[in-house]
């Protein structure tokens, strides 16, 4: 069964970059899609992007200016960057696999905070 | 963007009793390859969102046969047809037909009285 753990800082302040770590286990990240989704306190999701064939993304418009997605495969890990975060950044960030999300991580919350 | 809609956004359901959430996108979700995108996702409290229901009605590894989607072009819905006490929680519909972005849809919130 695949896993998906997310890992990285809980706190960032304003103006700098987050940054995650999704690392899984009983999959490789040479296969399938690789995404990321957030969801603010008590509101919906969004998506973020994806990651696939061990490079090729694709990005939420709205976030694309300020985001990265990259994958080591010789960790069976996929990586968030989004920079110059502001308090709306602050959200549960979750990993996940395929087209479908067929597959999630527990999440984590970044919180964004002077 | 296509722009996903549910309703209701909340419900209260009997044990024991049938639930339906509607889901309605801004186009359709028939794709040239034949399938239609749009999934249903549960959201246990606390919980990431796991996936019920892809391509508007296969059930996904492990989902009790309760839950069933049907639906076509624009207008989805999610059925569950005897609702438990497990059941609790934010259930979401999804558009991947046009990416990016896929698009989500605001949640209907479902308790159990």
């Known amino acids: 069964q695949v896993r998906l753990q997310e890992s990285g800082p809980g706190l960032v302040k304003p103006s700098e970059t987050l940054s995650l770590t999704c690392t899984v286990s009983g999959d490789s990240v040479s296969t399938f899609y690789w995404q990321w989704i957030r969801q603010p306190p008590g509101k919906g999701l969004e998506w973020i992007g994806y990651?696939?064939?061990?490079?090729?993304?694709n990005y939420n418009a709205s976030l694309k200016s300020r985001v990265t997605i990259s994958v080591d495969t010789s960790k069976d890990q996929f990586s968030l960057k989004l920079s110059s975060v502001t308090a709306a950044d602050t959200a549960v960030y979750y990993c996940a696999r395929g087209r479908g999300f067929e597959f999630w991580g527990q999440g984590t919350l970044v919180t964004v905070s002077s | 963007d296509i722009v996903m809609t549910q309703t209701p956004l909340s419900l209260s359901v009997t044990p024991g009793q049938p639930a339906s959430i509607s889901c309605k996108s801004s186009?359709?979700?028939?794709?040239?390859?034949?399938?239609?995108?749009l999934n249903w996702y549960l959201q246990k409290p606390g919980q990431p969102p796991q996936l019920l229901i892809y391509?508007?009605?296969n059930r996904f590894s492990g989902v009790p046969d309760r839950f069933s989607g049907s639906g076509s072009g624009t207008d989805f819905t999610l059925k569950i047809s005897r609702a438990e006490a497990e059941d609790v929680g934010v259930y979401y519909c999804m558009q991947s037909k046009q990416l990016p972005p896929y698009t989500f849809g605001p949640g209907t919130q479902v308790d159990i009285k």
């Open positions: 186009q359709s979700l028939l794709y040239s390859d034949g399938k239609t995108y």
């Open positions: 391509e508007v009605s």
């Open positions: 990651i696939y064939n061990s490079g090729s993304t």
